[in-house]
């Protein structure tokens, strides 16, 4: 099993660009989520699916859209991306949406917009 | 709302060292809390983790106890190696329908373990 993967590993945008992040899971969980990691700040939730079908925002969600393609699929899309959202993003997934249930995390989108 | 504060960092530590990362946190309710960890380059990953008062998590020789008496998570090691240098994450998750998982964290601690 790949778990979580993400594409593009890295990418750098010019300011008012627009791309998206792909997520995909195989572990056929229900759960997906979207964070970004900034120093000193630990991980931040932008959106998160609680399950196919359904997406809700986090924390941090302005900027940004999600798409849940399908069960496997979650994609964070940046309409018109900005100098304050390089950053390092991570997606991941879970079982059940549980609280006591463990998170998958990918190997994370490295983003720097000039 | 949830909050999760960690002992800022970083800490260098020589190896066989004992370690301690303070995790404080504030929620409301019975949280499940948890220590992810992050080695250079890569996704966080489950290091260990406690569902309820008083339960003890432990992987790896790391062990970390919920105290819901003074709300906290310490992450605790006897002897560190050198492959332990990483960043550390506390994190909270709370109970309830409508929490479907979402984590707290803190801002991480850095830990750098020397020969």
């Known amino acids: 099993n790949a778990g979580v993967t993400q594409t593009p590993k890295f990418q750098v945008l010019k300011t008012g660009q627009s791309m998206t992040l792909q997520c995909a899971q195989d572990m056929n969980h229900n759960s997906m989520y979207w964070y970004r990691q900034d120093p000193g700040m630990g991980l931040r939730l932008i959106y998160y699916?609680?399950?196919?079908?359904?997406?809700d925002k986090g924390e941090v969600p302005n900027g940004y859209n999600v798409s849940r393609l399908n069960k496997r699929e979650f994609s964070l899309r940046l309409e018109s991306a900005a100098p304050s959202q390089t950053s390092v993003y991570f997606c991941?997934?879970?079982?059940?949406?549980?609280?006591?249930?463990?998170?998958?995390f990918g190997p994370g989108t490295r983003l720097l917009v000039l | 709302g949830n909050s999760v504060t960690q002992m800022e960092g970083p800490v260098t530590l020589s190896e066989e060292a004992f370690l301690t990362i303070n995790c404080t946190y504030t929620a409301t309710g019975y949280p499940s809390l948890f220590w992810y960890v992050q080695y250079p380059g890569e996704g966080l990953q489950l290091l260990l983790k406690?569902?309820?008062?008083?339960d003890k998590g432990s992987n790896k020789g790391f062990e970390a106890t919920y105290r819901k008496e003074t709300t906290s998570f310490h992450l605790e090691k006897g002897s560190v190696q050198v492959s332990d240098s990483a960043v550390y994450f506390c994190?909270?998750?709370?109970?309830?329908?409508?929490?479907?998982?979402?984590?707290?964290f803190g801002q991480g601690t850095i830990l750098t373990v020397h020969p």
């Open positions: 406690a569902t309820k008062a008083d």
């Open positions: 699916s609680a399950s196919e079908g359904t997406t």
């Open positions: 994190a909270l998750s709370n109970a309830g329908g409508t929490s479907y998982g979402k984590l707290t």
């Open positions: 991941a997934s879970m079982a059940e949406g549980r609280a006591e249930e463990t998170q998958y």
